[in-house]
C-alpha cells in the first residue's frame, strides 16, 4: 500500500483525530472511529468558521440591527452553496433548512399526502427507517425489490411502476445504503420514475458526504426531484438538515409546522403564507448549523469530491480484501470490488455475536463501530435471511437480544494505519475467542466496569 494512504491526507482537518480514550487495564488509546455512517466529527475550518462569526451572531430574518442583517444575509448565502454543491437552479428548486434527514423526509411527505390516501409511494426494501416510516401513515407505500446481492433491483422499480401506473406520487429511495454501503443508480432511477409519471425524491443521508452529486445531470429525464441530507453525516454537527426541492411542490399548501417566520399576513381569521423557502422554516432558524454546513461545502469543494471518493474507494476496497481473507469473518455485502459503494461494510465475526464484537473493539482498541440493525431493520432481516416466523417471535419478546451486524464506515480522514488495528484485533478475537467471549458475554461484571470506566470520562 503507498505511503500515502497509510496516514489520511486529510486527518490533520477534522477536530478530534487524535483524542485518546481509556481502553482496558487503566490504558489509553488513541480512539479511531469507524461509525461515519452514523455521524462525522466536525472540520478545524467548520469550528474556526463558527468561532469567528460569534461576535456578528443576531437574529435571522428577526432585525433591523446590523449585526441582524449581516447573520441573515449569510444564513441566505448558505442557501446558494447547497445548490450550487448539489446543482439544483435556483430558478425551479427551493433549500429547506431544518433538522436533519428524517425531518426533511418527513417534511415532504406532510406536503405530498394533499394527494389521495391511495396514492403510492415506491420506497423501497433497503430504506432507512427515516425513508419508510414517515410514508406509512399518509399513503399506501409499495417497496420495491432488491437483486440476489442485495442491491436496488431497476427491473422491479420499473415493474412497479408499470403495475401502479399513475398511481405513484414519488419514489423515495436511498443514494446510498446505511447497511452495505451500494450506491444507487440515482440518475436510471429518475429516468425510470419519471417516464412513468412519477417524481423522485433521492435520500442523500449517505451518498452526498461521499460523493459529487449532481440534481440536474445533461438528460433532463434524469433530474432529481428532491434531494435530502445531514450536515452532521458530513463535518458539520450543530443540527441542520437539508431538503432540496423543486420550488412549485412548496408554494402550494401548508406547511407542517407554522408560526413566526412562516406568514406575510396574519388576521384572526386568514394567513397568507411566505414564499418557499420562509413558509416552511418556522421559527428562529438554527444559524450556527446552517453555517457549519455551509462551511464544511466550501471546504470539501476545496479538497474536491471526486478525490475524496476516489480515497474512500481505496479505503474500502483495502479494507474488504484484508477481511474477506479472514474465513471466519461473514460479510454481508458484495465482494465484487466493482460495485459502486461508499465505505460502508457489514460483517459478524463466526461465534462472536455483533454487540460483543462491538464491546470488544471498544474496549480492547477503542475501534468505534455500530452494531445492530442500523436502523434499517427489513434490509438486515433479509440480508441476514432472518425468517418471518423468527421475526415474529421477536415481536412477541421485544427484550431479547436480536440478530444483528457490526458495520464500519469510513470517512476521509480515516486511513490504512487504523485498518490495519482493527484487522489485527479481529485476528486476535478468532484466536482468543473464548477468552474474549468469557471477558465481554459470560462476565458481565468486566464488560459493565469496562463501560463504567469510559462514562466516567
Ligand atoms: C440512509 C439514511 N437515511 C436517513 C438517515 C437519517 O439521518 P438523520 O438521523 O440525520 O435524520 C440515515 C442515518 O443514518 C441514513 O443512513
Known amino acids: 500500500m503507498e505511503n ?52 456578528w451572531y443576531s437574529s435571522v430574518h428577526r ?57 403510492i409511494i415506491l420506497s423501497t426494501c433497503i430504506e432507512h427507517h427515516s425513508n419508510d416510516l414517515p410514508w406509512r401513515d399518509k399513503f399506501t407505500v409499495r417497496y420495491v425489490d ?71 445531470p445533461d438528460d433532463k429525464n434524469e433530474w432529481i426531484d428532491y434531494l435530502v441530507f445531514s450536515a452532521h453525516k458530513m463535518y458539520a454537527p450543530f443540527g441542520t438538515g437539508v431538503l432540496v426541492g423543486l420550488k412549485e411542490t412548496f408554494k402550494k399548501g401548508n406547511p407542517d409546522y407554522c408560526g413566526g417566520g412562516t406568514v406575510r399576513i396574519v388576521t384572526k381569521d386568514k394567513v397568507i403564507w411566505s414564499d418557499p423557502p420562509y413558509k416552511d422554516e418556522a421559527g428562529t432558524p438554527n444559524m450556527i448549523g446552517v453555517l457549519a454546513l455551509g462551511e464544511s461545502i466550501k471546504t470539501l469543494n476545496t479538497l474536491n469530491m471526486d478525490k475524496i471518493d476516489i480515497y474512500e474507494k481505496k479505503l474500502t476496497h483495502y479494507a474488504l ?13 458484495s465482494k465484487d470490488m466493482d460495485i459502486d ?24 482498541a477503542g ?14 432481516q433479509r440480508l441476514l435471511g432472518i425468517s418471518e416466523k423468527d421475526m415474529r417471535y421477536y415481536m412477541n419478546h421485544p427484550d431479547d437480544v436480536r440478530p444483528g451486524m457490526v458495520r464500519i464506515s469510513f470517512g476521509m480522514y480515516n486511513d490504512i494505519n487504523e485498518i490495519d488495528i482493527l484487522i489485527n484485533l479481529i485476528y486476535k478475537i478468532i484466536k482468543n475467542r473464548n477468552m474474549y467471549l468469557n471477558r465481554y458475554y459470560n462476565d458481565k461484571v468486566y464488560y459493565k466496569a469496562v463501560q463504567a470506566t469510559k462514562y466516567s470520562i
Open 146 to 216: 432488491m437483486d440476489s446481492n442485495g442491491r436496488l433491483d431497476l427491473n422491479d422499480l420499473r415493474r412497479k411502476l408499470r403495475r401502479y401506473k399513475n398511481k405513484v406520487k414519488l419514489v423515495a429511495i436511498t443514494g446510498a445504503s446505511n447497511v452495505t454501503g451500494y450506491v444507487t443508480p440515482i440518475h436510471k432511477a429518475a429516468k425510470i420514475a419519471h417516464e412513468y409519471g412519477s417524481k423522485i425524491m433521492i435520500d442523500g443521508a449517505q451518498l452526498v458526504p461521499h460523493t459529487p452529486v449532481n440534481m440536474r
Open 63 to 119: 432585525g433591523a440591527g446590523y449585526k441582524s442583517i449581516y447573520t441573515s444575509n449569510l444564513y441566505e448565502s448558505c442557501r446558494d452553496i447547497v445548490k450550487e454543491f448539489v446543482n439544483a437552479d435556483p430558478e425551479t428548486y427551493t433549500v429547506i433548512f431544518g433538522k436533519n434527514t428524517t425531518e426533511a423526509i418527513n417534511k415532504l411527505s406532510y406536503r405530498l399526502c394533499r394527494a389521495s390516501k391511495d396514492s
Open 4 to 55: 500515502l494512504y497509510k496516514i489520511s491526507p486529510y486527518r490533520h482537518m477534522v477536530v478530534g483525530a487524535n483524542t485518546k480514550v481509556p481502553i482496558v487495564y487503566g490504558k489509553m488509546t488513541t480512539a479511531i472511529n469507524l461509525d461515519n455512517a452514523a455521524t462525522t466529527p466536525p472540520l478545524i475550518s467548520v469550528m474556526n468558521k463558527i468561532n469567528g462569526f460569534m461576535p
Open 367 to 380: 475501534i468505534s463501530v455500530r452494531s445492530g440493525c442500523f436502523c434499517a431493520q427489513p434490509y438486515v
Open 321 to 333: 480484501s484484508e477481511l474477506m481473507k479472514i474465513p471466519e469473518v461473514e460479510i454481508y455485502s
Open 341 to 364: 459503494r461508499i465505505g460502508v461494510i457489514p460483517f459478524n465475526i463466526n461465534g462472536v455475536s455483533h454487540e460483543v464484537t462491538a464491546a470488544i473493539l471498544s474496549n480492547e
